[in-house]
């Protein structure tokens, strides 16, 4: 028997077959729809059937959500449109497979990923930073994954940096996805391209095939040493390492995993520099903290998902 894993980010859908000892055997992948979660279930179960989900004995399907998961319904999803109020898409995914289906935060899940199965395994006290179409976060604390009172702990892409600052796709101002997320610094470069400025950004994009500039696209951008992309993504560290040092400044973790889609692409690179430019911002950091890139890549999320899913259901 099989557990599915399931990570619905902003861009793509990631699909895995996952077996008792976390390994992945099985895997599909679909863009993400745009046309609101009736849009995204379908997607979900083409995604499970073309991992060979009609195949295998499935105990229980685990699905990561990029926003706010409370009392088994999605609460809020800012990164995707016409997801308005609570929405339920665990009764028709369980009713079209027949297996129990539980809900977790995206980023959430892939922290969980990373600690049975990844970079953070052995650590008590982890905050996960996950950086892709938006920006997410998570939190393992005294061994336990923590999702707080209303299942939004961790949710560092919306901790304020910079009071009445840039406009964030959750409606309030000066988040660190407002610098950092991808979504949101594609439209800063689009709004700088508009006033003047000259990047590459969007060549590369349309020379990579993609219908928006995704995390291949800022990683060649930054590689080829595009001026505009590069000070982008420059605020973005600055934005991120804000929000990290205050998290560590409050939870005095011993350990950051960065993931998504941009460490995937910059690798311990991508994580060695959050973590210098976040020590200004630090009072007492603990001397054994450490950032270290998910190990697990785009797997961090399907294995958490289906962890999570195993741990609530098939466990007990």
């Known amino acids: 028997m099989v557990t ?33 979660p009736a849009s995204v279930i379908e997607a979900v ?21 990029p ?14 449109a016409g997801w308005d109020g609570p929405v339920d898409i665990r009764t028709p995914i369980g009713e079209a497979l027949g297996v129990p289906v539980v809900l977790g935060n995206d980023a959430n899940v ?17 905050l996960g930073v996950w950086l892709g179409t938006g920006i997410g976060g998570g939190l393992i604390l005294h061994g336990r994954p923590y999702d707080g009172s209303f299942g939004s702990a961790g949710e560092i892409g919306h901790v304020i940096v910079r009071a009445g600052g840039a406009l ?5 101002r000066g988040c660190v996805e407002a610098y950092a997320g991808r979504r949101m610094m594609a439209g800063a470069a689009r709004a700088m391209v508009e006033a003047g400025r000259s990047t590459d950004l969007f060549d590369i994009q349309r020379d990579e095939g993609k219908s928006r500039p995704t995390s291949k696209v800022w990683a060649r951008a930054l590689d080829e040493e595009d001026e505009l992309a590069t000070q982008l993504f420059d605020a973005a560290i600055d934005a991120i390492a804000v929000g990290v040092g205050s998290v560590v400044n409050l939870l005095d973790v011993s350990l950051v995993v960065v993931g998504g889609g941009m460490a995937e692409k910059l690798g311990q690179d991508l994580a060695d520099r ?13 001397p054994k903290l450490s950032f270290a890139v998910s190990a697990l890549g785009d797997d961090a999320g399907v294995v958490g998902a289906a962890a999570l899913a195993r741990a609530e259901v098939i466990s007990g």
């Open 110 to 126: 892939g922290l969980l990923g990373e600690w049975v199965a990844g970079a953070a395994r052995g650590h008590d006290d982890v």
């Open 168 to 172: 964030c796709s959750c409606g309030r």
């Open 274 to 286: 959050i973590f210098e430019a976040s020590r200004p911002w630090m009072l007492h950091p603990n």
């Open 67 to 80: 926003g706010a998961v409370h009392g088994g319904e999605v609460v809020q999803v800012p990164n995707l």
């Open 4 to 36: 599915v894993g399931v990570d619905v980010g902003g861009t793509n859908i990631q699909v895995g077959l996952v077996g008792d000892d976390h390994t992945v055997v099985g895997r599909a992948k679909r863009p993400t729809p745009r046309k609101g």
């Open 45 to 65: 179960l083409d995604a499970i059937a073309g991992a060979d989900g009609d195949a295998v004995d499935i105990g229980a399907v685990g699905i990561g959500i």
